[in-house]
């Protein structure tokens, strides 16, 4: 069965940098888009940055101009380059991926960021 696995959550101060990544058992051509999102204590689950197959990216308001979404076919892996942390982006951030024709969602096990002095 496909599996995705995060990695690279950490503690940082505000201000620094982490990439978080997502790694696939199979081929990230499984699926037509991947994702990131995330879950900050007491609150629901939101989309972070999305990018399709055709490499089309789409991004939360509040972190447009700071997060980029990428994606390494050769290395079947995603990740999310993080920059100007704020403590609102402490969160567990979770992976997806929906796979081609069975529109089947696949998550992540999530990563906890957190960003505080």
Known sequence: QVQLVESGGALVQPGGSLTLSCAASGSVFLFSVMGWYRQA??????????????SNTNYADSVKGRFTISRDNAKNTLYLQMNSLKPEDT????CNGRQRLTLHDFWGQGTQVTVSS
């Open 41 to 54: 204590p007491g609150k629901e689950r939101e989309l972070v940055a999305t990018i399709t197959s055709g």
């Open 91 to 94: 969160a567990v951030y979770y």
